[in-house]
C-alpha cells in the first residue's frame, strides 16, 4: 500500500482519503531545503509513485509540505556542483523520478502550492493536471548556473507552451508568475486562498469516481497524442477502446447508466 511505502520514507508522505474517496496526496516534505530534489526525495518520490498501481487509488494529487514554501524549490544544487559528465550521465539514465511521475497510470494533479524551479517545474511538467496557487512562481532558471533544464524540461514545456515560449523562459532562465503561466499554457488553473484546494480536491475526486481501468487507458491515448501521428493515434486510441469493451467496468458503467444509479467499479 502506498501509505506503507511512504512510512519508511523521510523526505515524502502519503496519505489515502483525506482529499475524497481512492484520492492518495503525496507531499515533498524536505521543509529545511524549500523540498529541493536531492537524491533521496527523488529516490523516495519513486518509491511512492510505483506504490500506487498496488492500491486503491484512481487519482493522485502531488505537492509540497506548507512549511516548505515552495512545491519544489529545484535540483539540490550541491549535488550538482560534485558530479563530473560520466556521473551526471549515470544519474539522467531513464526512468528517472519525472518519468515514474508521467507514467504513473492513473491521473496525477500538481497542487502548485508555491514555487516551482528547475526541476521542480520539470516535475509539475510531468504531471496530467497544474492547478497553482495565485502567489506561486514558475521557471527554469537553470541556464545562470551554466547548464540547462535536464529532467525533461526542453522537450515536455515545448509541448505544453509552445517552442517560442519555451526558448523565452528556458534561454532566459526567468521566473513567471501564476497568471502568466496560466495564460501560456503552463499551469491550467490558477485560485487564491479561498478556492485553491476546494478546486484540487473536486478535480480529483471528479476524477477518483470513474473506473481506474477506463481512467489508465484514457490518459495512456491522451499522452500518446504529442509522440503519435494523428492516424497512429486514431489507430492506438480505437484499440484501446476496443480493450475496454472486454472489461466487467465497461458492463457495469453501462449498466448503471441504463439502470439511474452509481456504478460499482471493480477496476477489471
Known sequence: MIEDVAADCETVDAEVGDRGEHVATITLRRPDARNA???????????????VPQSDVRAVVLTGAEEAGAFAAGADVTELRERDALEQREASKRPRVY??????PMPVIARIN???LGGGCELIQACDVRIAHEDAKVGQPEIGLGIMPGGGGTQRLPRLVGEGQAMRLILSGDLVDAAEAEEIGLVDEVYGDDGFDEAVDELAASMAANSP????????????????GLEDGLDYEAELFAQLFATADKDEGIDAFLDDREPEWRGE
Open 37 to 51: 530534489l536531492n537524491g533521496q526525495l527523488r529516490k523516495e518520490l519513486t518509491e511512492v509513485v510505483e506504490a
Open 99 to 104: 518519468e515514474h511521475v508521467a507514467d504513473c
Open 114 to 116: 508555491g514555487h516551482a
Open 213 to 228: 481501468v477506463a481512467l489508465e487507458f484514457a490518459k495512456e491515448s491522451v499522452k500518446a497524442a504529442s509522440q503519435l
